[in-house]
């Protein structure tokens, strides 16, 4: 059950010192002395970008959030449903395209280029059907803008938005191996196409220059902390010296609600960007 677990990794830390960290959607009880190299990883990079307090606020998350599962079958059955759903859409969409968007990628056991690897974020792709419908939604005049998926991974989001005629379709990524797989897939992609500008870059989102001209930009919970806070400061520095059309629209993943807020506070600083509409994805915000 997930209440005696939590209750029992509490008391075991207290006893013998062991990390709490949210990895890849679970709540995890790791014992220090046991730990792989991957997980000690694992560890420091969550207790560096959270701090204790932020660790420990999300393994109670995430224990509540079991909780509920365990005592509330409609929402066990419904997460089932999700994630089968979930699969279902990555096997059809890799197969009907020819290309390796599915599964989860940890950053721990690969390169990146920057110093950012601790705000960096697990890869998941977004579900297709979700991701097309909110581009659509937009209802904006699509070659007029540049579209841009900061922490793109294994480019996914980059194939879906090159359906729509915009003008360029960029991705940025810092993780080489990542990117490899991304320019693959925009190479041998098999879906419709209506904008052929389409490339990935190699790049730290924090040093990223932001193009000229009216901007989608998407973030799929890629980073937070220090990343977050000079993204969202150079797209409000680069619209203040150009003033265009900028959307944000902001996929929340499995982020937990310390790192939602966090972008929503960076974002508010910036005094540039409003919230202009609520998806149950996440929300979108654009330049006034």
Same mark, same amino acid.
């Given at each position: 059950?997930?209440?005696?677990?939590?209750?029992?990794?509490?008391?075991?830390?207290? @006893?013998? $010192?062991?990390?709490?960290?949210?990895?890849?959607?679970?709540?995890?009880?790791?014992?220090?002395?046991?730990?792989?190299?991957?997980?000690?990883?694992?560890?420091?990079?969550?207790?560096?970008?959270?701090?204790?307090?932020?660790?420990? *606020?999300?393994?109670?998350? %995430?224990?509540?959030?079991?909780?509920?599962?365990?005592?509330?079958?409609?929402? *066990?059955?419904?997460? %089932?449903?999700?994630? %089968?759903?979930?699969?279902?859409? &990555?096997?059809?969409? !890799?197969?009907?395209?020819?290309?390796?968007?599915?599964?989860?990628? #940890?950053? +721990?056991?690969?390169?990146?280029?920057?110093?950012?690897?601790?705000?960096?974020?697990?890869?998941?792709?977004? &579900?297709?059907?979700?991701?097309?419908?909110?581009?659509?939604? @937009?209802?904006? +005049?699509?070659?007029?803008?540049?579209?841009?998926?900061?922490?793109? $991974?294994?480019?996914?989001?980059?194939?879906?938005?090159?359906?729509?005629?915009?003008?360029?379709?960029? $991705?940025?990524?810092?993780?080489? /191996?990542?990117?490899?797989?991304?320019?693959?897939?925009?190479?041998? +992609?098999?879906?419709?196409?209506?904008?052929?500008?389409?490339?990935? &870059?190699?790049?730290?989102?924090?040093?990223?220059?932001?193009? /000229? $001209?009216?901007?989608?930009?998407?973030?799929?919970? =890629?980073? /937070?902390?220090?990343?977050? !806070?000079?993204?969202?400061?150079?797209?409000?520095? #680069?619209?203040?010296?150009?003033?265009? /059309?900028?959307?944000?629209?902001?996929?929340?993943?499995?982020?937990?609600? =310390?790192?939602?807020?966090?972008?929503?506070?960076? @974002?508010? !600083?910036?005094?540039?960007?409003?919230?202009?509409? +609520?998806? =149950?994805?996440?929300?979108?915000?654009?330049?006034?």
């Amino acid at each position: 059950m997930p209440c005696s677990s939590l209750l029992f990794g509490c008391g075991y830390a207290a @006893l013998f $010192g062991c990390g709490y960290a949210a990895l890849g959607g679970e709540l995890v009880l790791i014992t220090l002395s046991h730990m792989s190299k991957t997980y000690r990883r694992r560890i420091d990079r969550i207790l560096r970008r959270h701090g204790l307090l932020g660790t420990a *606020r999300l393994a109670l998350e %995430r224990g509540l959030f079991y909780l509920e599962l365990a005592l509330y079958p409609p929402r *066990r059955a419904a997460r %089932r449903a999700f994630w %089968r759903r979930m699969l279902t859409y &990555d096997a059809e969409f !890799d197969r009907a395209h020819g290309v390796d968007t599915a599964g989860i990628v #940890s950053l +721990d056991t690969l390169e990146v280029v920057g110093s950012h690897r601790i705000e960096g974020v697990t890869y998941r792709g977004c &579900d297709p059907v979700l991701f097309r419908e909110r581009i659509a939604a @937009l209802g904006i +005049d699509f070659p007029q803008y540049t579209f841009i998926d900061l922490g793109c $991974g294994k480019g996914r989001t980059l194939l879906i938005a090159a359906q729509f005629p915009f003008r360029q379709v960029r $991705g940025v990524e810092f993780a080489p /191996d990542l990117l490899a797989v991304a320019e693959k897939n925009i190479a041998v +992609d098999r879906g419709p196409r209506r904008c052929c500008d389409v490339r990935a &870059d190699l790049a730290d989102a924090a040093e990223y220059p932001i193009p /000229d $001209g009216p901007l989608v930009v998407f973030m799929h919970n =890629p980073f /937070d902390g220090a990343v977050m !806070d000079r993204v969202l400061a150079n797209l409000a520095r #680069s619209y203040r010296e150009q003033r265009r /059309d900028i959307w944000i629209v902001y996929w929340v993943g499995s982020a937990g609600k =310390p790192v939602v807020a966090a972008f929503l506070a960076a @974002l508010f !600083d910036q005094h540039v960007f409003a919230r202009v509409a +609520d998806t =149950p994805e996440g929300p979108v915000f654009r330049a006034t």
